[in-house]
């Protein structure tokens, strides 16, 4: 079994080489969107890859959409300390492996880390250098029209995403910075000054 890997320190060498920027926001803000607009811009950033204890389903591929690993290993790597962060759904782990993520920063990469509310908590304690956004909607209002408008969900859920969105919203002030995912271009312009600085290309 492979020895845990140690934190990567924060003194501003390791800054240098690359960094781990974390994005959070409640479902229907339109993080992919602004990611995938973002990535037509930059598509040297690396988008970490997560596991999970879930069957691949069809045209998935271990390593590219997800680490697929069973319950045993990933148990392993959480109490070895080789997530950043992880948790449990339906059943199933889901995580962040860390070395995959410290390669990428040592090779000089920015790394975007997609996750939950509660991932990104875990994030702050796992790797504290790490730049976290937070993605709000204009108003709640306007969240719950996306969610509505999208058509992917019952009622049900929406209700369900929209009270979870409450306890996300609440959080915005432990995040370094929050764009607000208004005008699709305007927020794709910040997110990408938050991450490259103002004068990026």
Excluded at 26 to 54: E, F, M, N, W
Excluded at 77 to 90: K, P, V
Aim: with cysteine.
């Amino acid at each position: 079994m492979e020895t845990p890997t140690e934190v990567v320190p924060t003194h501003p060498e390791s800054h240098s080489s690359g960094k781990l920027i974390v994005l959070t926001g409640p479902s229907g803000v339109g993080k992919g969107t602004l990611l995938k607009r973002l990535r037509l811009q930059h598509p040297d950033l690396y988008l970490s890859i997560s596991a999970t204890t879930r069957q691949p389903r069809p045209g998935e591929v271990d390593g590219q959409h997800y680490y697929f690993l069973d319950r045993t290993a990933f148990e392993a790597m959480a109490a070895e300390g080789d997530l950043l962060e992880w948790a449990e759904y339906a059943g199933n782990y889901y995580g962040t492996p860390r070395k995959p993520v410290e390669a990428q920063i040592q090779a000089g990469c920015t790394v975007i880390l997609e996750i939950e509310l509660e991932g990104a908590r875990q994030v702050a304690q796992t790797f504290p250098q790490a730049h976290r956004i937070f993605i709000a909607p204009p108003s709640p209002e306007t969240l719950e029209q996306r969610l509505r408008e999208r058509g992917q969900d019952d009622e049900a859920t929406i209700e369900r995403r929209l009270k979870r969105a409450q306890a996300e919203l609440a959080a915005i002030a432990e995040f370094d910075q929050q764009i607000v995912n208004d005008d699709l271009n305007t927020a794709v312009t910040a997110l990408e000054s938050a991450i490259f600085g103002p004068a990026a290309p």
